[in-house]
């Protein structure tokens, strides 16, 4: 364990940038640990700091971000995906992710984070122990999240590009025909494609609006 980090915390809501706040600070009373806080709120903002700033130590990534198509940043996973891939050092803490199996299961495998934590697990009493343990360099994830890879040791499957541009084009409105235009498929391959898509996100049944919804969730887009 160090005696300072540099430490960013990336998260769109200001309770969960408070209980990050004071968990730190509780840190410090214990351990004698300093942190230099920087804060960002939305991908953008968190990407500039990074390439601005020293490096950083520790990354608190609070995964619900608002969506920047246009850096193509669609949500906290896309944002720590880049970070893990840029400073494969870093140490990174996912907080608040929701609590579904499929989505933590691809956060785990494309992050990789030394801390995994899901929503409503920061008010924990043994919250500050176990951000200490992380830091002394052993890996936590929480029951919740362990639970949920447990169970879906089996469930092995990534979206391709073109899945994951279908998904954008839908929640954009366009039809299938256009969207066949978009990623060079016949409508009937789109079709095809997006029968899959509905099988594989849980939503066999679901209408357009309810693919949306579960890829959103998810973090695909």
Not at 2 to 8: E, Q
Not at 150 to 163: A, E, G, N, W
């Amino acid at each position: 364990m160090k005696n300072s980090y540099k430490t960013l915390i990336v998260a769109g809501r200001r309770f969960a940038v408070s209980g990050l706040n004071n968990i730190l600070k509780q840190i410090t009373e214990t351990t004698g640990t300093t942190f230099k806080i920087y804060f960002a709120n939305c991908c953008s903002e968190a990407l500039s700091i990074l390439k601005e700033e020293p490096p950083m130590d520790l990354v608190f990534l609070d995964l619900k971000l608002t969506q920047e198509p246009k850096i193509k940043m669609y949500s906290g996973k896309d944002l720590g995906m880049v970070i893990r891939e840029l400073y494969p050092t870093i140490t990174i803490v996912v907080v608040n992710a929701p609590n579904d199996p499929v989505f933590i299961k691809t956060v785990a495998n494309s992050i990789k984070p030394e801390g995994f934590f899901v929503k409503n697990e920061m008010d924990r009493p043994d919250i500050v122990s176990l951000f200490i343990y992380i830091l002394q360099g052993n890996p936590i994830y929480s029951s919740t999240a362990l639970r949920c890879l447990v169970h879906l040791l089996d469930v092995s499957f990534k979206l391709d590009s073109r899945d994951v541009q279908l998904l954008r084009e839908l929640d954009n409105g366009h039809t299938l025909k256009k969207i066949g235009e978009l990623i060079s498929l016949s409508q009937s391959a789109v079709s095809k494609r997006k029968r899959k898509l509905k099988l594989l996100l849980g939503v066999p049944d679901g209408n357009d609006r309810d693919l949306i919804k579960r890829a959103l969730v998810l973090g695909f887009i």
